[in-house]
């Protein structure tokens, strides 16, 4: 399907030097910032308290930010677990303090900013085991919060899901690298996961500059952004070679503009369409959803660009022809048959 049609093919290979220089500006812009600044992870890399508080109401949850903060945590995540009521709080560890202080301290805190009093019951379980449960009353003797759970992370643990995140990546670009070599040829796959590790690094690179934290969801977001900015390379180079086969005169650069040019339309359906989901969870998904929202927006965006002017000016720099695509068909011999 398409919207519009374009009649003349737009010259992108003519601007890709500049182009693409300014994607190598922007690119070590971002290394440094990763340097410099380092990313803000998370409790699940750092290690931390994790709190599962129950309200009888929805939980004012900017409300719980700043009573945390007002006690010492600069950046707690506070996110609805399930149900507006359940919410679910990760505390990082803080220099100076016991962690096993922490679920007390800031359940503390958040029950005095509701204006109640912390109490602890005894109750005895299915199994028939009794435990204490951590409440939170007002005067009138109302549950105004209960503490469900308590967790600890550990730095240990941390550090296994920054391996294991790291292994997926790894993973990931090795596959995607054996899937273009296999499909297409060796210089489209060097010229594709350059530009995805390149959407990747700007993407990490923009966390690092605001400071934004680094957790599993834009680990996921990285993951799926590097999928999502395959599949518009795999299109482009897929109408390349058509081309190839079609266009025998045509140079190679007029080839690919002609590619990308035809493919225009699909593009703007396509990640148009994703973008306004995105954008839906970016603006009404809450504070859980947020960075993931973040890292998905720009990594469509780059995504769209490197595969247009990074992917493709690449491989046409890299020196891919018509004969890297398309097997020369073997004339047939005069003599070809018996001979006597």
């Known amino acids: 399907m398409e919207f519009f049609k374009i009649k003349r093919d737009i010259p992108f290979m003519r601007h890709a030097l500049i182009l693409n220089v300014i994607s190598a500006v922007t690119f070590l812009a971002a290394v440094f910032f990763l340097v410099t600044k380092n990313l803000h992870y998370s409790v699940e890399f750092t290690g931390g308290t994790v709190m599962e508080l129950h309200y009888p109401h929805a939980a004012d949850q900017e409300k719980i930010r700043t009573t945390l903060r007002g006690v010492g945590y600069e950046a707690p995540e506070v996110t609805s677990f399930g149900t507006a ?14 962690q096993a202080g922490t679920s007390d301290k800031a359940f503390n805190a958040v029950c005095v900013s509701e204006q109640g009093t912390p109490k602890v019951t005894q109750v005895t379980t299915e199994k028939g085991e009794t435990v204490n449960r951590t409440s939170c009353v007002n005067a009138a003797g109302q549950e105004v919060v209960s503490l469900q759970r308590v967790e600890y992370v550990g730095p240990a643990v941390g550090e296994e899901l920054a391996q294991n995140g790291l292994n997926a990546l790894l993973m990931v670009i090795v596959g995607v690298v054996a899937y273009l070599a296999i499909r297409f040829e060796w ?28 957790s599993l969801t834009v680990l996921a977001a990285i993951l799926a952004v590097l999928g999502y900015s395959v599949n518009e390379s795999v299109v482009i ?63 469509i965006c780059f995504g769209i660009y490197s595969s247009v002017f990074v992917a493709a000016a690449l491989a046409m720099w890299l020196g891919v022809k018509r004969e890297d695509l398309v097997k020369p068909v073997k004339e047939k011999d005069e003599t070809d048959g018996a001979v006597v």
């Open 237 to 299: 180079f897929d109408r390349i070679r058509e081309m190839f086969r079609k266009q025998r005169k045509m140079t190679v650069p007029e080839v690919i503009d002609h590619a990308i040019t035809s493919t225009i339309s699909r593009t703007i359906i396509t990640h148009g369409s994703t973008q306004l989901m995105v954008l839906s969870m970016l603006f009404f998904g809450g504070h859980a959803l947020h960075n993931f929202a973040i890292a998905l927006t720009i990594g």
């Open 187 to 214: 210089k489209f796959a060097v010229a594709a996961i350059i530009a995805n590790l390149h959407d990747v690094v700007i993407i990490l690179g923009f966390f690092a500059f605001f400071e934004l934290e680094f």
């Open 85 to 98: 009521q359940a919410v679910l709080l990760r505390l990082p560890i803080v220099e100076g303090q016991a």
